[in-house]
């Protein structure tokens, strides 16, 4: 009984002790406001401000990057390497080359995906008319066409493979040139 006492008293003076401190924790969001209000009084110096005149010139992101015309030589004979450097190297490569590929092989990929879906089904209806049919020339017509509409099922689903592939494969070649991600879209 005395130990209980003497445990339960340990607890209440623990308890007040806890309630004491916690207010003293607290601080009010004037308190702060204030506080930093004397802080931002005591500096002296103003934080420094950097823009882009202090990065300097970004470097080239590609080695097709186009360099700035210098003031000595004129802009059309500029212009005119740059077209036959762009009729050698293959076509620009600018957001409307890598938007179109990027829709190019995303509508494939829906078209294969819903062709994989309609085959599915097929198949389905195929294989749901076998097990309704009694005669053997019939179900042996509906296995055959089965067979290939799985045949035809197994190549699309191939082909969607494929074109994943190579939606990840414009993705990461698109990020090595340093293509914005918008150009994606």
Not at 62 to 79: F, I, L
């Amino acid at each position: 009984m005395r130990i209980t006492t003497v445990c339960l008293s340990a607890v209440v003076v623990l308890a007040g002790l806890a309630a004491s401190a916690r207010p003293a924790l607290a601080q009010g969001l004037g308190d702060v406001a204030r506080q930093e209000e004397e802080r931002r009084k005591d500096v002296k110096t103003p934080a420094k401000l950097y823009t882009n005149k202090d990065l300097g010139a970004p470097p080239a992101s590609s080695p097709d990057a186009p360099k700035p015309p210098s003031a000595s030589t004129p802009a059309a004979p500029a212009a005119d390497e740059k077209a036959k450097d762009a009729a050698k190297d293959g076509p620009v490569k600018d957001q409307k080359y890598w938007s179109g590929r990027k829709k190019e092989i995303d509508a494939k990929l829906e078209r294969d995906k819903v062709l994989a879906d309609a085959m599915q089904s097929r198949i389905n209806g195929l294989t749901t008319d076998f097990a309704a049919r009694s005669d053997p020339a019939q179900r042996a017509i509906i296995e055959r066409d089965r067979q290939r509409a799985v045949a035809e099922l197994d190549g699309l689903q191939k082909s969607i493979k494929d074109e994943q592939k190579a939606a990840g494969d414009l993705d990461e070649e698109a990020r090595k040139a340093g293509v914005p991600p918008g150009w994606l879209r």
